[in-house]
């Protein structure tokens, strides 16, 4: 059964320092999400993608944060200068069509910016 | 109250007993989807319940929907200690943009022998 896959599944990082995060997402999909889980909180949604542009965003996405589909398999999440309190797993998540169909979640990137 | 907001936020019971999670919403939706997460883990897709649904049924999973309560439940029936986790509703909201899932902060369930 086809998944959603995510590299690396943990990433330790120093504050300020750039890191981006790779997802491949389930290749008949075409809405792409990325979503994070501050530790012991819930999961938050970030930013969605469709047709090679964000398609809505969280107030958490501000600048520091940019997603990129740079070669048609690849979904990629990048924070340029990290901050401690970036520090949570990642999920990355597709779906095929819109407002009917599941998300599926890959297993996450554990990010820990010290 | 918060969107996807689930009770009770903690569950024990004995292997063989029945679980229920109650989700709470405020807006209107396409569907709810049901999560279990296992510690520190990704999130595994359960059962999704569309709008014009009322109840649905995967193994030992029963969801129900009142859209005019807002509310959903996940029963989980002969539970095992291996549904030792937690449980997430999230919402797919009616708006414009990309159909974001909200979601709720979730009931750990755990299951004794």
């Known amino acids: 059964e086809p998944e959603v896959t995510q590299t690396p599944s943990h990433q330790v990082t120093q504050m300020g320092q750039e890191v981006i995060l790779r997802c491949v997402p389930i290749?008949?999909?075409?809405?792409f999400y990325w979503y994070r889980q501050i530790l012991g909180q819930k999961v938050e949604f970030l930013v969605s993608f469709y047709n090679n542009e964000i398609s809505e965003k969280s107030e958490i996405f501000d600048d520091q944060f940019s997603v990129e589909r740079p070669d048609g398999s690849n979904f990629t999440l990048k924070i340029r200068s990290t901050k401690l309190e970036d520090s949570a797993m990642y999920f990355c998540?597709?779906?095929?069509?819109?407002?009917?169909?599941?998300?599926?979640f890959g297993p996450g990137t554990r990010l820990l910016v010290l | 109250s918060q969107q996807g907001e689930e009770d009770p936020q903690a569950l024990s019971i004995q292997e063989g007993e029945n679980a229920t999670m109650n989700c709470s919403y405020k807006t209107s939706i396409n569907n709810l989807q049901w999560y279990r997460q296992n510690s520190g883990r990704g999130l595994v897709h359960l059962i999704l319940i569309r709008s014009n649904e009322r109840e649905k049924h995967s193994g030992r999973l029963r969801v129900t929907l009142d859209t005019s309560k807002k509310s959903s439940s996940l029963l989980i029936t002969a539970s095992r200690a291996a549904d030792t986790a937690s449980y997430f509703c999230a919402t797919d909201e009616v708006t414009g943009g990309g159909n974001k899932l909200t979601f709720g902060t979730g009931t750990q369930l755990k299951v004794e022998l």
């Open positions: 290749s008949n999909h075409l809405y």
């Open positions: 998540a597709s779906r095929r069509t819109v407002g009917k169909e599941t998300q599926y």
